[in-house]
């Protein structure tokens, strides 16, 4: 079993920042990627940024420019820094680990943006 620990979220006005931790513990040889997803009020999960092993990233045109996404592969964590929030970025905040055991998921973190 592998559990996920997100800490980070909150409540900040347009324009402000906030940075997302998710650290991965338990039965992890690996680590193979890492990513954040977000859903929103009456919207499905959708990608915000992966990172796979060898540090290739992915993220979705919404946030680039204003999310960076980087792993600190010792400690088995992963960050997600936000920056400009945008009313629009309001959502659960999701970690997402994948390992050679399969696929797991954070319990979310709310993050809220007022305009």
């Known amino acids: 079993q592998v559990q996920l620990v997100e800490s980070g979220g909150g409540a900040v006005q347009a324009g402000g920042s906030l940075r997302l931790s998710c650290a991965a513990s338990?039965?992890?040889?690996?680590?193979?990627?890492m990513g954040w997803y977000r859903q929103a009020p009456g919207k499905q999960r959708e990608l915000v940024a992966t990172?796979?092993?060898?540090?290739?990233?992915n993220s979705a045109d919404s946030v680039k420019g204003r999310f960076t996404i980087s792993r600190d592969n010792a400690k088995n964590t992963v960050y997600l820094q936000m920056n400009s929030l945008k009313p629009e970025d309001t959502a659960v905040y999701y970690c997402?680990?994948?390992?050679?055991?399969?696929?797991?998921w954070g319990q979310g973190t709310q993050v809220t943006v007022s305009s």
């Open positions: 990172m796979t092993s060898g540090g290739t990233t």
């Open positions: 997402r680990v994948l390992v050679a055991s399969g696929l797991y």
């Open positions: 338990g039965r992890i040889s690996s680590i193979n990627a």
